[in-house]
């Protein structure tokens, strides 16, 4: 495994931020690691990257202990924090081989590498402190890649970015993961969908899911249908089908409806249709978006 974490808990004096967490990452996985703020994102992200020890239980970086082989992780991991130190003063590529010499890189084809791989060229003679927060991001990303990393840990990566420069950095990303292990942390909810494997959500310091993103679309207690007929009916009559507990005018003759998940209302609503004499335009069941999971995991929590 390229992350392991057993039994993980940090406390701050009588505050504890992480409660007995516990989840494996392969080699190879983009995992998304969600939550509210002041869940405990960050906090486990510095612990896996020796900025700061656990409390209590046992973390694993390429299978060196974060507490015991705290250099030898450090070599493991490119680490992209939430809020982005940079050295405002230093130019891109000063920045970039200041960077790579504290790896003991010093190879410039390197450096140009990952400026041309984050796309930083275009300001690449200026200094870090005239960039936009967009291109900052991008120099921290590069500074991230400098020792090619068997592990990239990314805190909120594409903050501040335009929609063009979100693609090119989701590309890079899903690129990246190809052939490496990414864990990020993003309040973007579509950015997930595009580019993790799987997600683990955290809330008030315990994991609350851990889930293939696909299965996510299939879990919860209900099922909603999206149903159109060629003539008008009501709200009434159909909330007296077996199975249906709520329904919804979308407009015209296209319904919303919604049953319990272990009930399967297509045959009822097409039974329905034969016997009022109507054609089904469309009967379509809407899966569950990840921002409405998200949602209702952590304001039940």
Known sequence: MSISVAGVSKRYGPQKALNKVSFEIGSGEIVGFLGPNGAGKSTMMKILTCYIPQTEGTAKVCGLSVEEDTIAVRKKVGYLPEHNPLYLEMYVKE??????????????????????????????????????????????????????????????PTTGLDPNQLVEIRNLIKEIGSEKTVMLSTH??????????????????????????????????????????????????????????????LGQNRWQIVSPAAEDVRSTVFQFAVKEQMVVLELKQQEQSLEQYFQKLTEKN
Not at 125 to 148: F, I, P
Not at 197 to 204: H, P
């Open 188 to 249: 973007i909810m579509q950015e997930v969908e595009m580019l993790c494997n799987r997600v683990i959500i955290i809330n008030k310091g315990e994991i609350v899911a851990d889930q293939a993103v696909d299965a996510l679309k299939n879990l919860g207690d209900t099922k909603t249908f999206t149903v159109e007929f060629d003539l008008p009916t009501t709200a009434g009559r159909l909330r007296e089908l077996k199975g249906i507990k709520e329904v919804k005018n």
């Open 95 to 156: 920045y970039l081989r200041f960077m790579a010499g504290m790896h003991g890189k010093s190879n410039t084809s390197r450096i140009e590498e990952m400026i041309e791989k984050v796309g930083l060229s275009p300001e690449r003679h200026k200094k870090l402190g005239q960039l936009s927060k967009g291109y900052r991001q991008r120099a921290g990303l590069a500074a991230a890649l400098l020792h090619d990393p068997d592990v990239l840990i990314l805190d909120e």
